[in-house]
């Protein structure tokens, strides 16, 4: 029924804004001729009606909207959402003139653990992963799914130093978790320039990945750092 909703919901919003608008027309219509004095009370009853439909609607265009912007498997911010948060963040980093680091997460030799231990313990170490990510963080960081077993992190109003020794401090916690089965992790870390766009960041991060992969459990991080 969900998944219905959501690929029809102009559609259902329209039977329902058809129905509603139908009840109120009869009910206007039915007081207005044989219940005259009641006639106050349906017109108050159904501008009710229309505010609380309106809610509903309202409020199930936002679930569709924030499901839109969720990773399914780890109930992190995909990478949809994480490109229009970076290119908010990065005009306030130009506005204001507050640090912004960014730091890209790689899990080392995933494939292996999938191999080994089966998929659905893969799944189990990413859903995992990413629950360490986000007790490492604040709230208004902004931690997502990148892809595969990949991470990223914004990190606003944050200096390098701090955004390092969390990034490490998540290297650790991995490190530590049995639920992880004995996964490492890399990471480029990156302390934003304030003249960058989006594409900038995430060529720099990625060049800095790469680096990090020579180094198995290893956070490299930019020369601005």
């Given at each position: 029924?969900?998944?219905?909703?959501?690929?029809?919901?102009?559609f259902?919003?329209?039977?329902?804004?058809?129905?509603?608008?139908?009840?109120?027309?009869?009910?206007?219509?039915?007081?207005?001729?044989?219940?005259?004095?009641?006639?106050?009370?349906?017109?108050?009853?159904?501008?009710?009606?229309?505010?609380v439909?309106?809610i509903?609607?309202?409020?199930?265009?936002?679930?569709?909207?924030?499901?839109?912007?969720v990773?399914?498997?780890?109930?992190?911010?995909?990478?949809?959402?994480?490109?229009?948060r970076?290119?908010?963040?990065?005009?306030?980093?130009?506005?204001?003139?507050?640090?912004?680091?960014?730091?890209?997460?790689?899990?080392?030799?995933?494939?292996?653990i999938?191999?080994?231990?089966?998929?659905v313990?893969?799944?189990?170490?990413?859903?995992?992963?990413?629950d360490?990510?986000?007790r490492?963080?604040?709230?208004?960081?902004?931690?997502?799914?990148?892809?595969?077993?990949?991470?990223?992190?914004?990190?606003?109003?944050?200096t390098?130093?701090?955004?390092?020794i969390?990034?490490?401090?998540?290297?650790?916690?991995?490190?530590?978790?049995?639920?992880?089965?004995?996964?490492?992790?890399?990471?480029g870390?990156?302390?934003?320039?304030?003249d960058?766009e989006?594409?900038?960041?995430?060529?720099?991060?990625?060049?800095?990945?790469q680096?990090?992969?020579?180094?198995?459990?290893?956070?490299?991080?930019?020369?601005?750092?």
């Amino acid at each position: 029924m969900k998944k219905f909703f959501s690929k029809n919901i102009a559609f259902v919003s329209g039977i329902i804004g058809f129905v509603v608008a139908a009840i109120v027309c009869l009910l206007h219509n039915y007081s207005y001729a044989y219940l005259p004095e009641a006639y106050e009370f349906v017109v108050v009853a159904s501008i009710m009606l229309l505010s609380v439909v309106g809610i509903f609607i309202g409020r199930s265009f936002e679930k569709l909207q924030k499901a839109a912007m969720v990773d399914d498997l780890t109930q992190l911010w995909n990478k949809r959402y994480f490109n229009i948060r970076l290119a908010e963040e990065l005009e306030r980093r130009r506005r204001k003139g507050t640090p912004l680091c960014l730091a890209y997460v790689d899990i080392d030799d995933f494939k292996i653990i999938n191999d080994k231990y089966g998929h659905v313990t893969g799944d189990s170490v990413l859903i995992n992963m990413a629950d360490i990510f986000k007790r490492n963080t604040r709230n208004l960081d902004i931690v997502a799914r990148w892809g595969g077993d990949e991470f990223v992190v914004i990190f606003p109003d944050t200096t390098p130093r701090y955004g390092l020794i969390i990034t490490n401090r998540f290297k650790k916690a991995v490190s530590a978790s049995r639920e992880c089965c004995q996964a490492t992790i890399r990471v480029g870390f990156v302390d934003i320039n304030e003249d960058w766009e989006v594409d900038d960041v995430l060529q720099e991060v990625d060049v800095l990945l790469q680096k990090a992969k020579k180094i198995k459990d290893s956070v490299v991080a930019s020369e601005f750092c």
